[in-house]
T-cell receptor, first 114, second 112 residues
Framework: QQQVKQSPQSLIVQKGGISIINCAYE??????FPWYQQFPGKGPALLIA?????SEKKEGRFTISFNKSAKQFSLHIMDSQPGDSATYFCAARISGAGSYQLTFGKGTKLSVIP | NAGVTQTPKFQVLKTGQSMTLQCAQD?????MYWYRQDPGMGLRLIYYSASEGTTDKGEVPNGYNVSRLNKREFSLRLESAAPSQTSVYFCAISPWSSYEQYFGPGTRLTVT
């Protein structure tokens, strides 16, 4: 089973607030959990990633929290800015037979209002 | 999207027509991928090529074929387009074993 469930589908946050996006997975064979950011009309781009043996990773205003026992991970965007308005995808990597694949969540459309 | 180019950017097809979407990279990465993106469905893997000379099916391969022409190029072919294939198609590349994939700008395909 390679499903990654993401919520919420959309999120509206005021400027300066905290945006939180959650993901859950079932397959314990996943070995990396990246987050991608996509602006309208563009392809997704890697934002931040975490390994399952780490509980938290922070890069600037973006933090991933990882709960291995619950099979959940989340993206926190601190001091959210209008420029953060985009669609965010969580993903999980699986490897096998000499190849690596990402399974993506369905995405969260974030709107940061002034 | 530097390093990954996709052609065409837009295409309108009639049901039953065929076409090939082209993807080329200049980053010398081993792995290449084709995804489709539909509203509310996220990114779904159609086919991938772990390295030159190999291709494998992803989650939604039906109705598509691929060719890894060389290390730089990976094409996606629709033999007989159907309205259900209306989507935005993304090509992505990655270094071997990396979790980071670099996406192209996408091709918006409409099948009427």
């Amino acid at each position: 089973q390679q499903q990654v469930k993401q919520s919420p589908q959309s999120l509206i946050v005021q400027k300066g607030g905290i945006s939180i996006i959650n993901c859950a997975y079932e397959n314990t064979a996943f070995d990396y959990f990246p987050w991608y950011q996509q602006f309208p009309g563009k392809g997704p781009a890697l934002l931040i990633a975490i390994r399952p043996d780490v509980s938290e990773k922070k890069e600037g205003r973006f933090t991933i929290s990882f709960n291995k026992s619950a099979k959940q991970f989340s993206l926190h965007i601190m001091d959210s800015q209008p420029g953060d308005s985009a669609t965010y995808f969580c993903a999980a990597r699986i490897s096998g037979a000499g190849s690596y694949q990402l399974t993506f969540g369905k995405g969260t459309k974030l709107s940061v209002i002034p | 999207n530097a390093g990954v180019t996709q052609t065409p950017k837009f295409q309108v097809l009639k049901t039953g027509q065929s076409m090939t979407l082209q993807c080329a990279q200049d980053m010398n990465h081993n792995s290449m991928y084709w995804y489709r993106q539909d509203p509310g469905m996220g990114l779904r893997l159609i086919y991938y090529s772990a390295s030159e000379g190999t291709t494998d099916k992803g989650e939604v391969p039906n109705g598509y074929n691929v060719s890894r022409l060389n290390k730089r190029e990976f094409s996606l072919r629709l033999e007989s387009a159907a309205p259900s294939q209306t989507s935005v198609y993304f090509c992505a590349i990655s270094p071997w074993s990396s979790y980071e994939q670099y996406f192209g700008p996408g091709t918006r395909l409409t099948v009427t």
